[in-house]
């Protein structure tokens, strides 16, 4: 089923204008490094540090070697077919629609998803230093955006968001320049400073350096906020069909924005540790698993340089107020317009209504920039916090990015006339490691946060059958309609009635089902789904499902490896440390290879092939698949 011919073949015009060329090599790097220094600076530290305690740094630092593994094949990718909206885009061209609409749902989620957390980021700060404008309350001894006051705010700075995105990329990108300037100086005049008030015995005094043991230094990794504020490297990609000389601008934006903001986050991480004072915390020396309902857990950096009780510290804590609300407003507006291009592109592959591509004046998808405001502010509801929707985020946007180790190799072989501007060397290598590096991520969430992001992924599903496979003539209009509602009313009934979804802790709730007919009942439906999509759908429709069972693996094996590991609700976990590990390593070489294999030239990817060759060779041509 070919679709959007002209766009796909490199104009990046669709029939409704497309999207403009207009974002240089510096806009690029500098919404890609926007986009991570963002909340993540402002609580990450305390979070990532009270789950690990000084080891948190270790994890800063693994995180940023996985991120950058994981980012190798999108150079790559990136500079081959740059698109808007790029990460959602390549599994259509690898796998085909139905594992397209898979990642391409879960990695909206996670952009959507992260405007409201940057809006509950500012008001946090702000409500933690001025209590009286009554943006925060408590419960259970965390802090929490009030009702209506603190959330009513988050949805005004929403629609700010909105306003900065619907005047064009251009727009966004010289308005977020110097702000990138000023949240890069901050952060670093941060951590210098805190130097100063530095106090050795933090990183041995109190349990050793990894008081909590080994585990947890990976588990921050993916549930404290510095997985999510590593991977902004994808706004290089999302906006890459909007710059002026997307070849050679993406890969060197993409590999600075994963380096600059590496060494701040891992240097802000040493100084905040060094720089805790236990007792202006309200805490007993050694209480690191406390750290998010102590006394700093508003306002963590603001209250080290104000705790030291020095002048030059206290004025910069003033200016760390002020970044506490520019530093995540820019990183909430570049992410909304993340989210409009994401929606582009799954209207591009007509896996939503082509109106979702239709561009205003400035030549933003203003009906997809919609969608993703309203659809942000519904996350205020659930999680009015920014340490409880970390989580979320952090690993639906992992769950997306298994997809540039397994495209590559499929592109290779169904692409190799493109040209490449940039050639990945030794790609059979880097391609499985950088597809086992987003799978451990997975498994470090934890079973709690896969449960929640599987199933919200999960409920995609009918949507996908309801629209996309009737309208391309897969199925017929009664049995898409059958299946969509059958499985959504079940899926429903099944996350609420289970008690094992959106529980917190990582157990289940009283009177909830046993883990083993939850697992089963989980399992028998979305397998039944597909099946059902399978029986029903016309040869092309089989193929595309045939190309999705990898995924459909993947995401089912990972929740039990998760259930039974450390990082799940057993007291005495089946896969002690390192088993569970191992075990996860082991289904995801088994997936790799059964994702290569699933891989197949689609249509639309014969179509950019096609495209290319039509217009010839361009200078510094390096087609070929190669090694």
Not at 51 to 67: E, K, T
Request: glycine share 12%.
């Amino acid at each position: 089923m070919a679709i959007a011919h002209e766009e796909e073949r490199g104009t990046f015009e669709s029939a409704d204008g497309g999207l403009k060329r207009s974002l240089s090599l510096t806009q690029l790097l500098l919404l890609g490094v926007s986009a991570q220094i963002g909340s993540g600076w402002l609580f990450g530290v305390l979070a990532a540090a009270g789950v690990a305690g000084p080891a948190a740094i270790l994890s800063w630092i693994i995180a940023s070697v996985l991120v950058f593994l994981i980012a190798l094949t999108y150079l790559e990718l990136g500079a081959m077919l740059p698109r808007s909206g790029a990460i959602v885009r390549y599994t259509f061209l690898s796998h085909g629609a139905f594992s397209g609409w898979i990642i391409g749902w879960a990695y909206w989620l996670s952009v959507v998803s992260i405007p409201p957390i940057e809006a509950e980021a500012t008001l946090t700060y702000l409500g933690g230093r001025f209590p009286e404008t009554h943006f925060l309350t408590t419960v259970g001894g965390v802090k929490l955006l009030s009702w209506p006051t603190g959330i009513v705010s988050g949805f005004i700075l929403m629609l700010l968001f909105f306003i900065l995105n619907f005047f064009g990329a251009r727009f966004l990108a010289e308005s977020n320049r110097w702000v990138t300037l000023w949240k890069i100086a901050l952060p670093t005049l941060t951590f210098i400073f805190l130097f100063f008030i530095l106090n050795g015995s933090n990183f041995t005094s109190y349990g050793g350096f990894a008081p909590q043991g080994v585990p947890p230094i990976f588990h921050a990794i993916a549930t404290t906020g510095i997985i999510f504020s590593l991977l902004g490297f994808r706004q290089a990609l999302d906006y890459g069909g909007e710059s002026r000389n997307p070849q050679r601008d993406v890969p060197l934006a993409t590999i600075g924005s994963i380096v600059i903001p590496a060494v701040i986050y891992t240097l802000l991480q040493v100084a905040f540790i060094g720089a805790i004072n236990w007792q202006d915390m309200g805490l007993k020396g050694g209480q690191w698993d406390k750290l998010v309902s102590g006394g700093w857990a508003d306002g963590p950096l603001f209250h080290a340089l104000d705790s030291a009780n020095i002048a030059a510290l206290a004025a910069l804590g003033t200016f760390l107020l002020i970044d506490a609300a520019i530093s995540p407003l820019a990183t909430g507006w570049v992410y909304l317009g993340t989210g409009a291009r994401t929606g582009y592109g799954l209207g591009v592959h007509r896996n939503v209504p082509r109106t979702f591509t239709a561009s205003n004046r400035y030549g933003i998808p203003w009906l997809a920039l919609v969608v993703s405001a309203v659809v942000g502010c519904v996350f205020f509801v659930p999680a009015p916090s920014w340490y409880q929707l970390v989580g979320f985020i952090s690993s639906a946007a992992v769950l997306t990015y298994i997809m540039g180790g397994v495209g590559l190799p499929v592109l290779r072989k169904t692409a190799g006339a493109l040209e490449r501007p940039f050639r990945l060397r030794g790609f059979r290598f880097w391609s499985p490691v950088s597809f086992l590096a987003a799978v451990l991520i997975l498994y470090w969430s934890g079973f709690a946060t896969l449960t929640n992001v599987f199933t919200a992924t999960f409920i995609g599903l009918p949507f996908f059958t309801a629209y996309y496979a009737w309208k391309a003539g897969w199925m017929h209009a009664v049995a898409s309609t059958v299946v969509s509602v059958v499985f959504f009313v079940l899926w429903i009934w099944t996350a609420a009635a289970s008690g094992w979804v959106l529980t917190g802790s990582g157990g289940a709730r009283p009177g909830a089902w046993p883990f083993v007919t939850y697992y089963v009942v989980f399992c028998v439906l979305v397998v039944a789904f597909c099946t059902a999509v399978w029986v029903f759908s016309n040869a092309e429709g089989r193929q595309h499902v045939n190309a999705t069972w990898w995924l459909v693996w993947l995401l089912l094996a990972s929740l039990l490896v998760g259930y039974l590991g450390v990082y799940g609700p057993l007291a005495t976990p089946v896969l002690q440390f390192p088993w569970g590990m191992v075990t996860e390593l082991l289904v995801g070489i088994v997936t790799y290879l059964w994702a290569v294999r699933s891989g197949f030239e689609t249509a639309e990817i014969k179509d950019i092939v096609a495209g290319a060759a039509g217009r010839g060779p361009r200078s510094g041509t390096a087609a070929g698949a190669g090694a």
